[in-house]
């Protein structure tokens, strides 16, 4: 997984920093979530706990993941950035 972030993925992150409970953030969360699944930088099952939430506009998608104990590393990832 890569750390830097190009030009066209910067706007797709921003989506997944951006705090939950705004109307249409699951599904903006989920859409950002897929941009970094087709370039290989998250795997299957964290993209699918974005899915679950896509619906879910106030669910942080983190919490669901360190409930379930999936996607440690893009945890980490989403929690380094948001403290940067």
């Known amino acids: 997984m890569s750390d830097t972030l190009t030009e066209e993925d910067r706007p797709h992150w921003q989506v997944l920093l951006a705090p939950p409970g705004t109307e249409w953030a699951g599904r903006a969360r989920y859409a950002a979530a897929m941009h970094f699944f087709q370039k290989g930088e998250m795997d299957a099952e964290t993209l699918e706990i974005y899915r ?33």
């Open 52 to 84: 679950i939430c896509a619906r879910l506009d106030h669910e942080d998608p983190l919490d669901v993941m360190r409930r379930w104990h999936v996607g440690e590393n893009w945890v980490s990832r989403i929690e380094a950035a948001r403290r940067a």
